[in-house]
Protein backbone atom coordinates (compact mmCIF):
# COMPACT_ATOMS: atom_id res chain seq x y z
CA UNK A 1 0.00 0.00 0.00
CA UNK A 2 1.90 3.16 -1.24
CA UNK A 3 -0.86 5.26 -0.01
CA UNK A 4 -0.81 8.80 -1.79
CA UNK A 5 2.09 9.35 -4.49
CA UNK A 6 2.69 12.52 -5.96
CA UNK A 7 5.15 13.04 -8.92
CA UNK A 8 7.15 15.36 -9.25
CA UNK A 9 8.19 16.18 -5.59
CA UNK A 10 10.30 19.58 -6.84
CA UNK A 11 9.84 21.37 -10.57
CA UNK A 12 11.11 24.75 -11.76
CA UNK A 13 9.05 25.95 -14.59
CA UNK A 14 9.58 29.29 -17.05
CA UNK A 15 6.37 31.51 -16.98
CA UNK A 16 3.87 30.24 -19.77
CA UNK A 17 4.91 26.57 -19.72
CA UNK A 18 2.53 24.02 -18.73
CA UNK A 19 2.85 20.96 -16.95
CA UNK A 20 0.85 18.26 -15.05
CA UNK A 21 1.34 17.09 -11.42
CA UNK A 22 0.43 13.66 -11.08
CA UNK A 23 -1.59 12.67 -7.84
CA UNK A 24 -2.33 8.61 -7.67
CA UNK A 25 -3.67 6.34 -4.72
CA UNK A 26 -4.41 2.66 -4.28
CA UNK A 27 -6.70 2.74 -1.81
CA UNK A 28 -10.07 2.86 -3.46
CA UNK A 29 -10.57 6.39 -2.01
CA UNK A 30 -13.58 8.32 -3.73
CA UNK A 31 -12.97 11.85 -2.73
CA UNK A 32 -9.65 13.34 -4.09
CA UNK A 33 -8.25 16.83 -3.41
CA UNK A 34 -5.51 19.19 -4.69
CA UNK A 35 -4.32 21.84 -2.07
CA UNK A 36 -1.25 24.53 -2.21
CA UNK A 37 0.37 26.00 0.57
CA UNK A 38 1.71 29.42 0.65
CA UNK A 39 3.82 31.08 3.71
CA UNK A 40 1.17 32.74 5.87
CA UNK A 41 -1.74 31.37 3.96
CA UNK A 42 -2.34 27.64 5.39
CA UNK A 43 -3.99 25.34 2.71
CA UNK A 44 -6.16 26.49 0.23
CA UNK A 45 -8.61 24.04 -2.56
CA UNK A 46 -7.47 24.01 -5.85
CA UNK A 47 -9.78 21.24 -6.90
CA UNK A 48 -11.73 18.58 -5.99
CA UNK A 49 -13.70 15.31 -7.17
CA UNK A 50 -15.70 12.84 -5.11
CA UNK A 51 -15.79 10.30 -7.79
CA UNK A 52 -14.32 9.34 -11.36
CA UNK A 53 -15.80 11.94 -13.46
CA UNK A 54 -17.16 14.22 -11.15
CA UNK A 55 -14.66 17.01 -10.23
CA UNK A 56 -15.67 20.66 -8.69
CA UNK A 57 -14.18 23.82 -8.18
CA UNK A 58 -12.47 24.91 -4.77
CA UNK A 59 -11.49 28.35 -3.27
CA UNK A 60 -8.42 29.11 -5.76
CA UNK A 61 -9.45 27.27 -8.75
CA UNK A 62 -8.08 29.89 -11.73
CA UNK A 63 -5.02 29.07 -13.64
CA UNK A 64 -5.60 24.81 -12.59
CA UNK A 65 -7.57 22.16 -14.76
CA UNK A 66 -8.31 18.72 -13.22
CA UNK A 67 -9.98 15.45 -14.50
CA UNK A 68 -10.68 12.58 -13.14
CA UNK A 69 -10.99 9.37 -15.40
CA UNK A 70 -9.91 6.57 -12.79
CA UNK A 71 -10.70 6.28 -9.34
CA UNK A 72 -7.03 6.47 -8.51
CA UNK A 73 -5.71 8.97 -10.15
CA UNK A 74 -6.26 13.13 -10.07
CA UNK A 75 -3.65 15.16 -12.06
CA UNK A 76 -3.63 18.43 -11.81
CA UNK A 77 -2.31 20.81 -14.62
CA UNK A 78 -1.10 24.24 -15.09
CA UNK A 79 -2.04 25.83 -18.73
CA UNK A 80 0.42 28.68 -18.46
CA UNK A 81 2.77 28.63 -15.38
CA UNK A 82 2.80 32.04 -13.64
CA UNK A 83 5.08 33.16 -10.97
CA UNK A 84 2.23 33.46 -8.76
CA UNK A 85 1.83 29.99 -8.92
CA UNK A 86 5.31 28.98 -6.98
CA UNK A 87 3.62 26.95 -4.44
CA UNK A 88 3.49 23.76 -2.82
CA UNK A 89 1.18 22.00 -3.87
CA UNK A 90 -0.49 18.44 -1.51
CA UNK A 91 -2.76 16.25 -3.08
CA UNK A 92 -4.92 14.51 -0.52
CA UNK A 93 -7.69 11.61 -0.62
CA UNK A 94 -10.10 10.33 1.52
CA UNK A 95 -12.60 7.21 1.74
CA UNK A 96 -15.84 9.09 1.50
CA UNK A 97 -17.72 12.43 2.49
CA UNK A 98 -19.40 10.00 5.05
CA UNK A 99 -18.20 7.82 8.10
CA UNK A 100 -14.57 7.72 8.39
CA UNK A 101 -13.56 10.61 6.41
CA UNK A 102 -9.55 11.11 7.08
CA UNK A 103 -7.26 13.01 4.53
CA UNK A 104 -4.30 11.02 3.21
CA UNK A 105 -1.54 13.24 1.71
CA UNK A 106 0.97 12.69 -0.54
CA UNK A 107 4.23 13.75 -0.21
CA UNK A 108 4.03 17.01 -1.82
CA UNK A 109 5.42 18.80 -5.12
CA UNK A 110 7.61 22.02 -4.74
CA UNK A 111 7.06 24.26 -7.84
CA UNK A 112 9.39 27.16 -8.36
CA UNK A 113 7.83 29.33 -11.56
CA UNK A 114 10.76 31.56 -12.61
CA UNK B 1 -18.03 30.83 1.13
CA UNK B 2 -17.20 28.52 4.28
CA UNK B 3 -13.79 30.22 6.23
CA UNK B 4 -12.49 28.86 9.09
CA UNK B 5 -10.15 31.16 10.99
CA UNK B 6 -7.22 30.06 13.42
CA UNK B 7 -5.04 31.55 16.21
CA UNK B 8 -2.73 32.06 16.65
CA UNK B 9 -0.74 32.00 13.45
CA UNK B 10 2.59 31.55 15.48
CA UNK B 11 3.40 30.15 19.10
CA UNK B 12 6.61 29.89 20.95
CA UNK B 13 6.63 27.98 23.60
CA UNK B 14 9.63 27.18 26.93
CA UNK B 15 9.51 23.12 26.46
CA UNK B 16 7.17 21.86 29.56
CA UNK B 17 4.43 24.89 28.81
CA UNK B 18 1.03 24.11 27.40
CA UNK B 19 -0.30 25.58 24.41
CA UNK B 20 -3.65 25.73 22.82
CA UNK B 21 -4.41 26.72 19.13
CA UNK B 22 -8.36 28.21 18.65
CA UNK B 23 -10.47 27.18 15.33
CA UNK B 24 -13.55 29.23 13.86
CA UNK B 25 -15.87 28.41 11.74
CA UNK B 26 -18.34 31.19 10.02
CA UNK B 27 -20.76 28.60 9.50
CA UNK B 28 -22.22 25.55 11.34
CA UNK B 29 -19.69 22.39 10.89
CA UNK B 30 -20.97 18.77 9.73
CA UNK B 31 -17.22 17.59 11.51
CA UNK B 32 -13.88 19.36 12.79
CA UNK B 33 -10.61 17.47 11.86
CA UNK B 34 -7.30 18.32 13.21
CA UNK B 35 -3.93 17.78 11.51
CA UNK B 36 -0.19 17.79 12.38
CA UNK B 37 2.43 19.17 9.89
CA UNK B 38 6.22 18.38 10.81
CA UNK B 39 8.72 21.23 8.98
CA UNK B 40 9.54 20.35 5.30
CA UNK B 41 6.51 17.38 5.55
CA UNK B 42 3.23 16.92 4.77
CA UNK B 43 0.16 17.23 7.03
CA UNK B 44 -1.02 14.11 8.55
CA UNK B 45 -4.32 13.27 10.30
CA UNK B 46 -4.70 13.62 14.27
CA UNK B 47 -7.89 13.50 15.04
CA UNK B 48 -11.83 14.29 14.13
CA UNK B 49 -14.60 15.35 16.39
CA UNK B 50 -18.32 14.90 15.07
CA UNK B 51 -20.84 15.89 18.18
CA UNK B 52 -21.64 18.90 19.88
CA UNK B 53 -19.58 19.47 22.67
CA UNK B 54 -17.10 16.28 22.10
CA UNK B 55 -13.98 16.18 23.82
CA UNK B 56 -11.44 13.61 23.14
CA UNK B 57 -7.84 12.71 24.27
CA UNK B 58 -4.30 11.67 23.19
CA UNK B 59 -2.07 11.77 25.58
CA UNK B 60 -1.11 14.98 26.13
CA UNK B 61 -3.35 16.37 23.65
CA UNK B 62 -7.03 17.15 24.34
CA UNK B 63 -9.44 18.28 21.53
CA UNK B 64 -12.62 20.11 22.07
CA UNK B 65 -15.68 20.78 19.38
CA UNK B 66 -17.93 23.03 20.37
CA UNK B 67 -21.48 23.41 21.36
CA UNK B 68 -22.57 24.92 18.40
CA UNK B 69 -20.45 23.00 16.47
CA UNK B 70 -18.65 26.64 14.95
CA UNK B 71 -15.21 26.18 17.08
CA UNK B 72 -12.60 23.53 18.18
CA UNK B 73 -9.59 23.93 19.84
CA UNK B 74 -6.16 21.71 20.53
CA UNK B 75 -4.33 22.05 23.91
CA UNK B 76 -0.87 20.49 24.70
CA UNK B 77 -0.14 19.62 27.96
CA UNK B 78 3.37 20.29 28.88
CA UNK B 79 5.21 20.20 25.28
CA UNK B 80 8.26 18.57 24.53
CA UNK B 81 9.92 19.48 21.46
CA UNK B 82 8.46 16.54 19.53
CA UNK B 83 5.35 18.70 19.18
CA UNK B 84 7.40 21.13 17.15
CA UNK B 85 5.37 21.57 14.02
CA UNK B 86 2.15 23.60 12.25
CA UNK B 87 -1.61 22.22 13.69
CA UNK B 88 -4.32 22.63 11.22
CA UNK B 89 -7.51 22.54 11.92
CA UNK B 90 -10.20 21.67 8.83
CA UNK B 91 -14.09 21.67 8.63
CA UNK B 92 -16.86 20.91 6.10
CA UNK B 93 -19.51 22.74 6.53
CA UNK B 94 -23.46 20.46 7.03
CA UNK B 95 -23.61 19.01 3.60
CA UNK B 96 -20.52 20.86 1.58
CA UNK B 97 -17.92 18.25 -0.03
CA UNK B 98 -15.47 20.75 0.23
CA UNK B 99 -12.45 20.21 3.10
CA UNK B 100 -11.59 23.81 4.29
CA UNK B 101 -8.41 23.90 6.72
CA UNK B 102 -7.41 26.78 8.93
CA UNK B 103 -4.68 28.66 8.00
CA UNK B 104 -2.62 26.90 10.90
CA UNK B 105 -0.79 27.53 14.35
CA UNK B 106 3.08 27.09 13.94
CA UNK B 107 4.08 25.83 16.79
CA UNK B 108 8.35 26.15 18.10
CA UNK B 109 9.34 24.90 21.15
CA UNK B 110 12.53 25.88 23.31
CA UNK B 111 14.70 23.23 24.71
Known amino acids: NAGVTQTPKFQVLKTGQSMTLQCAQD?????MSWYRQDPGMGLRLIHY???????DQGEVPNGYNVSRSTTEDFPLRLLSAAPSQTSVYFC?????????????FGQGTRLTVV | GQQVMQIPQYQHVQEGEDFTTYCNSS?????IQWYKQRPGGHPVFLIQ?????EVKKQKRLTFQFGEAKKNSSLHITATQTTDVGTYFC???????????FGKGTKLTVNP
Open chain 1, 49 to 55: SVGAGIT
Open chain 2, 27 to 31: TTLSN
Open chain 1, 27 to 31: MNHEY
Open chain 2, 49 to 53: LVKSG
Open chain 2, 90 to 100: AGRQGGSEKLV
Open chain 1, 92 to 104: ASSYSMVGPTEAF
